[in-house]
T-cell receptor, first 112, second 111 residues
Framework: DAGVIQSPRHEVTEMGQEVTLRCKPI?????LFWYRQTMMRGLELLIY????????DSGMPEDRFSAKMPNASFSTLKIQPSEPRDSAVYFC??????????FGPGTRLTVT | DQQVKQNSPSLSVQEGRISILNCDYT??????FLWYKKYPAEGPTFLIS?????DKNEDGRFTVFLNKSAKHLSLHIVPSQPGDSAVYFC??????????FGKGTLLTVNP
């Protein structure tokens, strides 16, 4: 298996624009997680899905953030409108159970 | 409120010596602990874990120790190798199955 795939790897956008981050989990994994990593807050969980259903979105910072998982092999994290403070590395991870999570390479987002 | 703390932002050791990375937590409901390793421009990769019912777990050069009374865990790497140079994250799982991560410790192993 290729592991968790994220795209794009880098995204630079202007404040106010819509940003969509994409994730393909490992086949057969029932859980999918979106994390954000910043210097100030470290690695924090934004939302996670089980069998394509959002279970806990308490980490989503604002209504500008939304996530979907239309099928078992694809998820998106959308920020609309984006702001400079959204600049961070966003990781997607998947898991067969709630023990080890397998992370993608991340998307480095810069909002100017 | 940081529930998982890695108080040493960085650690430098000589090749062949032991590396000890520390992690403290505050939530007594955490029931499972994990260590992840992260290289630059890559995602974290799982390294080793330990259940709260154990006090030690070993996997090759890596050993994790858990002291529940002190709410402290540590990762020992023996012997350390230059390829071990990376950021190490401690993570803890709570009853709602979410992982809480520490901010990481940058380990540098000098040849």
């Amino acid at each position: 298996d290729a592991g968790v795939i994220q795209s794009p790897r880098h995204e630079v956008t202007e404040m106010g624009q819509e940003v969509t981050l994409r994730c393909k989990p490992i086949s057969g994994h029932d859980y999918l997680f979106w994390y954000r990593q910043t210097m100030m807050r470290g690695l924090e969980l934004l939302i996670y899905f089980n069998n394509n259903v959002p279970i806990d979105d308490s980490g989503m910072p604002e209504d500008r953030f939304s996530a979907k998982m239309p099928n078992a092999s694809f998820s998106t994290l959308k920020i609309q409108p984006s702001e400079p403070r959204d600049s961070a590395v966003y990781f997607c991870a998947s898991s067969l159970d709630f023990y080890e999570q397998y992370f993608g390479p991340g998307t480095r987002l810069t909002v100017t | 409120d940081q529930q998982v703390k890695q108080n040493s932002p960085s650690l430098s050791v000589q090749e062949g010596r032991i590396s000890i990375l520390n992690c403290d937590y505050t939530n007594s409901m955490f029931d499972y602990f994990l260590w992840y390793k992260k290289y630059p421009a890559e995602g974290p990769t799982f390294l080793i874990s330990i259940s709260s019912i154990k006090d030690k777990n070993e996997d090759g050069r890596f050993t994790v120790f858990l002291n529940k009374s002190a709410k402290h865990l540590s990762l020992h790497i023996v012997p350390s190798q230059p390829g071990d140079s990376a950021v190490y994250f401690c993570a803890a799982r709570s009853s709602n199955y979410k992982l809480t991560f520490g901010k990481g410790t940058l380990l540098t192993v000098n040849p």
